[in-house]
Structure formats: C-alpha cells, structure tokens
C-alpha cells in the first residue's frame, strides 16, 4: 500500500527555514517522479518543485527558485524541500506527490503539512 507522510512544518518568521520531509511507503522514492505541491486558502493547489526517477532532472516553480531545494535520501525512501528565506507569500498547506514515470495518470498524495510565514 503507497504512503506518503509530510512532517516537518510549522510556524516560522519571514526570512526563516524549515526542512519538510515526505516519508514514503509502499513502493521505492527512486523509480518515481516526485514533487512537492502547496495550496494556499482561496487558491489553487500547484507544483512548487519536482524532482524526477532519475534525479537528473530538478524543477522549481518561478516563485520558489533559488530558495527552494528538493532532494532524496534513497536510503532512507524520503524526499525533502528545503525552504530559505521564507516569506509570508509561501505560507500554504504542502503535499507530497509521487508519479510512476510510466503511468503519468497515476498520482499518490500524501495529506499535507501546514506552513505559516509570519512574524
């Protein structure tokens, strides 16, 4: 059974950091396409970073470039967003998503962590 669990968010001052984590399940990080979404109140849910089976290929929403890092620790079947310089535009719920590269139709959603930017 795929399980996707985000820990690691929480309430944090513009201009700070948090680590999320997306601790998975069920099948193994390394074989899938793996993003990170966020979806703020009133807002649509969108894509904030991806990282692909392969880890060759990283993506970053415009908004979140050069501040935003993801990353895997295949040892540890987990996938990470680093989040610097915050700001109280990021605030929002983040989910987790895994995609199998070879059916795109396919999508597991973990059920999310709250971030809050605020001072």
């Known amino acids: 059974q795929v399980q996707l669990v985000e820990s690691g968010g929480g309430l944090v001052q513009p201009g700070g950091s948090l680590r999320l984590s997306c601790a998975a399940s069920?099948?193994?990080?390394?074989?899938?396409?793996m993003r990170w979404y966020r979806q703020a109140p009133g807002k649509e849910r969108g894509m904030v970073a991806a990282?692909?089976?392969?880890?060759?290929?990283?993506n970053y929403a415009d908004s979140v470039k050069g501040r935003f890092t993801i990353s895997r620790d295949n040892a540890k079947n987990t996938v990470y967003l680093q989040m610097n310089s915050l700001e109280p535009d990021d605030t929002a719920v983040y989910y987790c998503?895994?995609?199998?590269?070879?059916?795109?139709?396919?999508?597991?959603w973990g059920r999310g962590t709250q971030v809050t930017v605020s001072s």
């Open positions: 998503n895994a995609r199998p590269p070879w059916a795109t139709m396919v999508n597991y």
């Open positions: 069920g099948f193994i990080v390394s074989s899938y396409d």
């Open positions: 990282i692909s089976s392969t880890g060759g290929r990283l």
